[in-house]
């Protein structure tokens, strides 16, 4: 078939078919624009007919995924129903390479998984939510899964495998601030270096990441492929903004050190230890996707305040743990208020697990590791043992009263 012909068979269907059949082969790393329209045999600019960007196609993608759960039904108990949905949604993801990734870092807006979202509030109406706990309660089920199907379907061992090349490394020249971008995090550690006198310097295990770096501005693009990891130092003399341009999948930040101006994840997060220092001036910290395992910690005594704007599951804030918290949830430290030099923290959208805590800027000898447990030897028992544990606070909210919000401390809004 000539590239004529090709265009005129070219449509949607056909698109998304094939770029399914390139997730399945190559990951989702691998799915890129060119490679697509390389397999269906036309240019670039005949795909872009059918497929805005690589942001839309991801959308479809995750909504071809979706076509293959079934609804839920709402006839039969909300238990048994949401239990079934899980497990359905688990066996379609599992069936595509990266699929749960796919599914946390695309947008709802496909008909497939409007259609599901729709069932789905419709189970929680029948069990006697209002619209807005069926809204923050589907988020919650929503994050539980495709947190839980992450992690079943990255190996952490394998991400540090592979053979390292020479650190790539910028000269500071006359940069007076810093400004990092990640564009795609895994397996990778940002630290602050006293010692190091360039902007930065990379450390890597596999292929090398592409750096493009100049008047202070650092961007990083890993390479795509499982075995590799990642450090990356930056120079301490510098304020520095980070921002995780496309998530974070098992991301430590070790900036206790660095003088932080900011700090953003755009993307969806999976594992991910933020250690900050002492802040100079209000510091955001931003997470716009969702957030499977989030820790954040800081230095005693430093002001913190954190803002849930679509709720989460497991929250633990300086020691008090809460079983699930609503949409709008805020929370303060003491002092916040009066302090003019503090942590404001916003979640943007869903989470399965939160914790804030105090103590030391840098992790000392001894201290418990960052939360990357391996992968539990049987997953499906780990799967119906969590979602029984979901379902049991769904349950427990449900039997306080439609009206009645979440137990939290006196400091929590």
Request: net charge negative; hydrophobic share 40%.
């Amino acid at each position: 078939m000539n590239e004529g012909d090709a265009n005129r068979a070219l449509d949607r269907e056909r698109v998304v078919g094939v770029a399914l059949e390139l997730l399945d082969e190559l990951g989702l790393d691998a799915v890129t624009m060119r490679r697509l329209a390389d397999r269906l045999g036309v240019t670039a600019a005949s795909l872009y007919w059918h497929v805005r960007d690589k942001e839309e196609l991801l959308g479809l993608l995750s909504d071809a995924i979706a076509a293959e759960i079934p609804d839920p039904d709402a006839a039969r108990p909300w238990r048994e129903a949401l239990a079934t949905l899980a497990r359905d949604c688990r066996r379609a993801v599992a069936r595509h390479r990266d699929g749960a990734r796919v599914m946390i870092e695309s947008p709802p807006f496909g008909p497939n998984r409007r259609r599901s979202i729709a069932a789905l509030r419709e189970v929680f109406a029948g069990a006697g939510m209002d619209p807005e706990q069926a809204r923050e309660a589907g988020q919650v089920l929503n994050v539980f899964l495709t947190g839980l199907l992450v992690d079943e379907t990255m190996s952490p061992g394998a991400a540090t495998a592979g053979e390292g090349g020479e650190p790539l490394i910028g000269p500071r020249r006359e940069a007076t601030a810093g400004q990092l971008h990640i564009h795609g995090s895994r397996a990778m550690t940002i630290h602050a270096d006293p010692r190091l006198e360039e902007l930065y310097r990379v450390d890597y295990d596999g292929r090398a990441p592409r750096v493009e770096a100049g008047e202070g501005t650092v961007s990083i693009h890993q390479r795509q492929g499982r075995r590799m990891s990642c450090r990356v130092g930056l120079n301490t003399a510098l304020p520095w903004t980070v921002s995780l341009e496309h998530g974070a999948w098992q991301t430590t930040a070790e900036l206790g050190r660095l003088a932080l101006t900011s700090f953003a994840a755009e993307g969806g997060v999976n594992r991910l230890t933020l250690i900050l220092g002492e802040p100079s001036g209000v510091v955001p910290v931003r997470f716009a996707g969702g957030v499977n395992e989030l820790l954040i910690q800081r230095p005693a005594g430093t002001a913190v305040g954190i803002h849930l704007r679509r709720g989460s599951s497991d929250v633990s804030l300086d020691g008090t743990r809460l079983d699930s918290v609503g949409a709008g949830t805020r929370w303060q430290s003491a002092g916040y208020e009066s302090a003019e030099d503090r942590y404001e923290v916003e979640v943007g959208s869903g989470a399965r697990r939160i914790t804030v805590r105090a103590g030391a800027a840098e992790p000392e000898a001894g201290d418990e590791p960052p939360p990357e447990a391996p992968r539990p030897p049987d997953s499906d028992r780990v799967f119906e043992v969590a979602l029984e544990v979901l379902l049991d606070g769904l349950e427990r909210r449900l039997e306080r009263g439609s009206a009645a919000p979440p137990a939290v401390p006196p400091s929590v809004a």
